[in-house]
């Protein structure tokens, strides 16, 4: 686990360059450092190392290969390594170790196999840099579903440049993209920006399954997929599992067993966050099953009883065994955390649950350097709501002839009835063409927020290339729509930026190859019935914990931040952020909807909103009506 960094055709000042880009991955490299240069200086490869597998110097990077042709930076962990290692034995590629790293069994592997191949043959989360003296060229590797291992490529000036975070090449002196108003419009829309954009023109993040490869002159670079989400589902569901609920169950605890128990290999201390829901008591349960000694596990509480779910851990941690440790944040931890954001993400990211994320990280690293989470559960299994709401209301508006919507939509977004927020979200609703666009559009709470940018985006995202209906049934879609989008790009990128700020390894049991294959063959209804989501993950479950411990309604891991930001000095700090003549200077965003928007959000903060009172008025009616129901009905009893 560690940061990587490197560039091309940078032969200025590149001793002095690299060292700056490693300087700020420290965090995800605190205890070692290395750079590498072509002997034309033409490729220069940084590495900054957290040790977590063979802390000896054996393990140190960039790492050459025996042979002396190819060199690696590296940033992740090979869960099947010993199996790879085998693999190489067998067929004579392999006849001595200089230490006991994955590193080295890895780098000989793309050597042995080739690049494809040899990736292919691997499980495990990794971003991956790699030179060929040969060839003179250089790839670069993402593990298959984007599993925490950021990767950032693209121009500074002539040079070609990579790095973990995007904070890395912004700090080269000669630095100068401007920001990319191309993907404005997608962040308003998504909260976080979808891979392979970034914030910064020219910049791009690395896609999960991809490959790329970069020759002389270092200008122009090709990618090319080695494993495809999309692809995976689609054979999944074309080649579903024939056996019963109950062979499913055992099969699918039989895997998350064994990818638990494969990333459950360190030589630093390791634990798990536990929250309390049906996915991270899933991997705890399997942890605890497999190991000889109590499990470190980690929670934290709030104050705000309504996010709390610190008591539930606990009892769910007793009944396991585990060393549990908990931690309940005041309002003051949490704001403590926002100067320190902008430094995590690099970029624009409005997951608010990015700060109790961080605040468990910093707590778990004080007692572990790897921890296991059950990310990747709701995705894979059904388990979100919105799903079913999604799937239902579709069937619904499919019904009605899309000329009708349109024009619906437009009188409510536009027209004479746009002046109520609701109207437009219904509006924003209705033109919706898809199920998919449905979903999307679902997550806006204000049809504005995607005109707010001066000038329209062209940027797509990549759930865009395939067409309405890819898999049969609409909860398969919006599945595959998260873990090709929301999944990578927020949920994990928010892991991975708030634990390695902190140096600390997090590892998803979930997201194994052999898991996220076998569960794309399970039919629906062995993954939702009758508004329940992820039957078969809690059948795995309630082998390990009683059901009468889980069956609570789902808080979720988020803060109140919207009251928080009533609050006159958090009011203060965001309308200086969106000041008229800042937001008109800046000329990223239409000023008069930005004040429009705040002003709507003050009058609700302070509770003279038109549409508050019209709201309590109809619903202070509505209660007077229904007494005045009751007492007729009880005069009228009397009566008889």
Known sequence: MCGIAGFCSRQKSWRQ????????????????EGTWASEDEAVVLGHRRLSILDLSPAGAQPMVSHSGRYVISYNGEIYNCKEVENRLRAQGCLTHLNGGSDTEVLLEALEAWGVRDGISACKGMFAVALYDKKEKSLCLVRDRVGEKKPLYYGMVGESFVFASELGAIAALPDFQNPINREVLGLYLIHGYIPAPHSIYEGIYKLEPGKILRIRPPYQKWE????????????????????????????????????????????DVPLGAFLSAGIDSSTIVSLMQSVSDRPVKTFTIGMEERAYDEAEAAAKIAAHLGTEHTQLTITERDAKEVLPKLDGMFGEPFADSSQIPTYLVSRLTREHVTVSLSGDGGDELFCGYGTYQSIGGAWEKLKKIPYPLRREAA??????????????????????AKTAEELYEKSSLSEPFLGRLTLRPGTARCVFDTYESGFLPG??????????LMYHPDDILTKVDRTAMAVSLESRVPMLDRDVVEFAWTLPLSMKRQDGRGKLILRDVLYRHVPQELMERPKKGFSIPIQKWLK????????????????????????????????????????????????????AGWKMRQKRRDRDSRIKERKAA
């Open 410 to 431: 437009r009188l409510l977004t536009d027209g004479i009835f746009s002046g109520k927020e609701r109207n437009r979200i219904r509006g924003m609703l209705l033109s």
């Open 17 to 32: 360059d690299i060292e700056t880009m490693k300087n700020r991955l420290i965090s995800r490299g605190p205890d070692a």
């Open 567 to 618: 609050e006159p000095e958090l009011l203060a700090w965001a309308k200086g952020l969106l000041a008229e003549d800042k937001i008109r200077r800046e000329g990223y965003f239409d000023p008069e909807l930005v004040k429009r928007l705040w002003d709507d959000f003050e009058q609700r903060a302070s509770g003279a909103s038109r549409s508050g009172i019209f709201c309590g008025l109809r």
């Open 223 to 266: 990618t090319e997929t080695y494993w495809s989400m999309a692809e995976t589902a689609k054979k999944g569901q074309e080649n579903p599992f024939r056996g019963s609920f109950a062979e499913a169950s055992a099969e699918l605890e039989r895997l998350l067993t064994e990818a638990v128990k494969g990333q459950m290999v360190s």
């Open 474 to 483: 609409v909860h398969n879609n919006l599945m595959l729509m998260d873990l």
